[in-house]
Each structure stands twice: as structure tokens, then as C-alpha cells.
């Protein structure tokens, strides 16, 4: 494995892009909207607020809002200069389960297929509690998010889900910047502040209450910031190759595809305030990610019908197994390594890969045979794995490795287009000890009084294993709770 790369310089090609630009216009929008976002003015923060959110990601927007409407003075902290968190590098989509866009496909789905396939895909490990309320309140998470301009009607399958259940916009394109965008638009009506590069340093605690944050602004001026209730969405610790090695030494040198900022700062500012952390060891590595820029590949592109092959260019797994399964089958490859394949039907539904494109690391031709001389496999070996997998498609049989989703269409219109892909650190699935009212637990699992979490910085709702695109139906289910729930306990005291 290649050497952890600099994330900033990824955190900042994600949002704004790099070189030559074709993307859409609605893509430019999103982009520039999040970063020409300036912030609250310093001279306009108070010495006191009801609910304080620390991180301006999915998680905490959501908070944020979800507080705001309870009727809570509320403001957000973010120590990066720009709002968004991993949020914005989010592609696939978010999965939900008997919401109105499956209904209105014919799709069939229950909150139970939802709970027991994330259940497996987690290896029996999640918490049933949280992954009870996740499922139960994923629909109405899809509602909520629609009320306020955030349409998230496109419907697409990831790994370890037997349905189509992940939404994404209408247009098919990334979630993660269209749900940014559309959050921001709805913190600002509400005249909720954000205040960048404020950093928070420590939970202020009285007795056993939380009542406010020190936090630093602008890497210089510190201060102390009353509150009655805090939510920490600040997210997991991808970012952190200490704190991964720490965990997980086996990930040692793995690049990663988190920001800059996901450096477990709430994880630990909460266990000094005698909260706990679970499940530390569990970190996902993310099966199709692009070595040079550590670039995150979309799992939506092998939902839409791209295959993996070996350098001998053949297939080697069923491509939407599991994230944890398609990483170590990859990385038991000679070269550690593979390609992802998949042909302009595929571009045209997924529109993410457009920004690949423009990164500069997808091999295209007009000919399958073009396209194996550029990957350097064998020709005559990679164009019977593609007609072999277009007879699979047709006869809806994948006798080699028995995939049953993501075959809606085949591989045959061209040009065709492949991807280098290893496995690279994605998801951190252990963090701090929440209930279903995400109120942050004590070793004793007695809640603390004032302090909620929500997002990627708590355990046990993914378990052992977290399936593409439920990170975003946890930061936006758990974030709104979150907010309902402090605002609730203000209003109790």
C-alpha cells in the first residue's frame, strides 16, 4: 500500500475541483456555494446560547436545524474553514426503506429487510436499539429533507442491500454536495450561525452537567461560550494515521479518504467528560478508491453495473458484496489492486464519475480491446469477461459468482472506461456511547445531562461493518433527533 497521502489537498479538490472543469452548472453552484460561505462575523457571537453544535457537517446542520425549529437559540462551531465535513466527499446516495420514492417505483421494501440486512452486513454486531430507531425513522428522514428542498428521488443499490433503497437527487448525481448546499440554504433562512475556523477545545462541565465549550477562533483568540445543551457532530478520525494505527494496526500506510478535519477531536473531549468510546478497533476500509489522490470511488458505479477485474482480466468477486468482503478480496490479489470497468450507460446514470474525469485517472476507448491494452491485461481474457457478463445480465444468472443486484443494465454501449482501484481508509465505525435519544452515556451508561452526539464520532449503530449509504442516513436521522432531544431537555429543565 501506498503511503498515507495530504488530505487537505483532497478536501479541497473534492469541494472545488481541479484543473480544466466540465461539470454542471448545478455542480459548480453546489461547489462555490459551500465554499464562498464566510461565516458568522466574530463581533456578532454572544456569551450564551441554548443548544451549541460543534461541526458544520451533514450531522450537525441537521442538528442545527432540527433545534432551531424546536425553538432553540442555537449556533454552530466548525474549525475548518469551510462548511461540510466528510459529508460533502459522500457519493452513493442514502439509504431509507418504505419511503414515497420506492412506493412510487413499485419497489417493495420493510424496515425489517432494512434492520436485518444492515444487521448482517454488520455482522450481528450493531447496537438494536440505535439500528431500530435508524431504520424505523429513515423514511421520514427522506420526508424531512424534502420539506426543505432537499428531493432525494433517485434510487439506486449499494453492497449488502438486496433492494434499491439508497436515494440520491433526481439527476443521479453525488449526494454529498447537493445535501450540503441544501442544508446550508436551510441553517442560513433560519438564521442559525456558523462560525468557521473555531475550534473547540473542551466540554465545560459543572457537577455532571454540560454547560458550554471553550473554543478558539482563528487559531488565536479563546473563549468560553455558555450553553444548555451541547451536541458534538464533529465526526470520526479517518483523518487521524496515529489514531487509525493506534486502533487498527494493520492500516498502517493505507491512504484515506476522509478531510482533513476527522481527526477524532470529539471522541476525545467527551471520554474526559467521562463519556466512553466502543468498537474503536472497527474501521472501514472503502474496497474502490483511486491510489494517487486517494479519491473515493462511488459504490454507485458498481450499483448502476460496473464490474471488478483482476491485471489477468477476469472477474474475481461478486462486486456489491460487502465493503469489508470486495476490500480483502482486492487486497488478496497479486497486486493488491483492480479495475473497475463500466461502459457510457453506466457514466450517464452515475454522475460523479464526470469528476473523475476531470481528476484524470479514467482509462476510456471505443473498444473493449482499446481499453485492455490501456489497463495492460490481456485482451482476448478481459473481452470474454465482459461478454460473459452481459450473457449474466441477459439471462439475469451470474452463474461465476452468484451477484443478483446492480444487473439492470449490461456493459455494451461504449465508449467504454476503467478505473485503478485498491482499498483505502473510509469509515470509522467505533466512537462514543449514545442512546436512541443520543444522549452521550457514562461508564455506567447513565446519560450525561446536556451532552448529545450524533454522526460518524459514535459507536455501534453500523457494528463490525458499515453498508454504503447508511453513514449518510445516520448523520441526517441522528443529527435531526439530536437536535429535538436538546431542545426537549431545555425545555424539561
Same mark, same amino acid.
Given at each position: ?56 457537517? *451533514? ?17 454552530? /462551531? ?5 462548511? =461540510? =465535513? ?20 413499485? +419497489? ?24 431500530? /430507531? ?54 442560513e433562512s433560519r438564521q442559525v450561525p456558523i462560525f468557521l475556523q473555531a475550534e473547540v477545545t473542551e466540554l465545560v462541565k459543572e457537577g455532571n452537567? +454540560?454547560? *458550554?465549550?471553550?473554543? $478558539?477562533f482563528n487559531g488565536t483568540e479563546t473563549k468560553t461560550i455558555k450553553a444548555k445543551a451541547v451536541i458534538v457532530a464533529t465526526g470520526g478520525f ?25 481527526? *477524532? ?50 472477474? /474475481? ?14 487486497? *488478496? ?26 481528476? =484524470? ?66 469509515? $470509522?465505525?467505533? =466512537? ?42 445516520? +448523520? +441526517? ?17
Open positions: 500500500m501506498k503511503k498515507l497521502m495530504c488530505i487537505l489537498a483532497v478536501i479541497l479538490f473534492v469541494i472545488t475541483g481541479c484543473g480544466k472543469s466540465n461539470t454542471t452548472d448545478k455542480d459548480s453552484d453546489e461547489k462555490s456555494s459551500a465554499t464562498s460561505f464566510q461565516g458568522a462575523k466574530l463581533d456578532t457571537l454572544k456569551d450564551a446560547y441554548d443548544v451549541i453544535v460543534i461541526g458544520a457537517g *451533514g450531522g450537525g446542520m441537521s442538528a442545527a436545524i432540527a433545534a432551531k425549529e424546536a425553538g432553540a437559540d442555537t449556533v454552530i /462551531f466548525e474549525k475548518m474553514p469551510v462548511v =461540510g =465535513g466528510n459529508t460533502s466527499k459522500s457519493s452513493a446516495g442514502m439509504n431509507a426503506s418504505e419511503t414515497k420514492f420506492q412506493k412510487n417505483e413499485g +419497489i417493495e421494501d420493510s424496515n425489517d429487510l432494512f434492520y436485518e440486512e444492515t444487521l448482517k452486513g454488520g455482522k450481528n454486531t450493531n447496537d438494536p436499539e440505535l439500528l431500530r /430507531f435508524f431504520v424505523d425513522n429513515s423514511s421520514s428522514a427522506i420526508d424531512w429533507l424534502d420539506s426543505m428542498g432537499i428531493t432525494l428521488s433517485n434510487l439506486t443499490v449499494t453492497g449488502g442491500m438486496s433492494v434499491k433503497r439508497t436515494h440520491r437527487p433526481a439527476d443521479g448525481s453525488a449526494v454529498g454536495q447537493y445535501l450540503v448546499k441544501g442544508l446550508l440554504e436551510n441553517v452537567e +454540560i454547560v *458550554g465549550v471553550k473554543v $478558539t479517518g483523518a487521524n494515521a496515529d489514531m487509525v494505527t493506534q486502533y487498527n494496526p494493520s492500516l498502517k500506510g493505507f491512504v484515506t479518504t476522509n478531510q482533513k478535519g476527522s481527526t *477524532g477531536d470529539g471522541i476525545v473531549m467527551i471520554e474526559k467528560v467521562g463519556g466512553y468510546a466502543i468498537d474503536m478497533e472497527q474501521i472501514q476500509i472503502h474496497p474502490t478508491v483511486e491510489q494517487k489522490t486517494s479519491y473515493l470511488v462511488t459504490e454507485a458505479v458498481r450499483g448502476e453495473g460496473a464490474i471488478l477485474v483482476a491485471q489477468d482480466g477476469k472477474r /474475481f468477486i461478486n462486486e456489491l458484496e460487502t465493503r469489508d468482503t470486495v476490500s480483502q478480496a482486492i487486497i *488478496g490479489l497479486d497486486d493488491h489492486a483492480a479495475y473497475l470497468v463500466f461502459d457510457q450507460g453506466v457514466k450517464d446514470r452515475v454522475k460523479a464519475i464526470n469528476t473523475y474525469v476531470e481528476a =484524470g485517472f479514467v482509462l476510456e476507448s471505443d473498444t473493449l480491446e482499446g481499453l485492455a491494452e490501456k489497463m495492460n491485461v490481456d485482451k482476448e481474457s478481459f473481452t470474454t469477461t465482459l461478454e460473459s457478463w452481459n450473457q449474466s445480465v441477459a439471462s439475469q444468472n451470474d452463474t461465476d459468482f452468484g451477484r443478483k443486484t446492480g444487473m439492470d443494465h449490461d456493459l455494451g454501449t461504449g465508449p467504454y472506461f476503467a478505473i485503478k482501484i485498491a482499498p483505502g481508509v473510509h469509515h $470509522t465505525m467505533g =466512537g462514543v456511547k449514545m442512546n436512541a435519544n443520543t444522549e452521550v452515556l457514562d461508564q455506567s451508561n447513565t446519560p450525561i445531562p446536556g451532552l448529545y452526539a450524533a454522526g460518524e464520532l459514535v459507536g455501534g449503530i453500523h457494528g463490525n461493518n458499515r453498508i454504503g449509504g447508511n453513514a449518510v442516513a445516520d +448523520i +441526517i436521522i441522528f443529527g435531526r433527533q439530536s437536535g429535538v432531544k436538546a431542545a426537549e431537555y431545555i425545555k424539561n429543565k
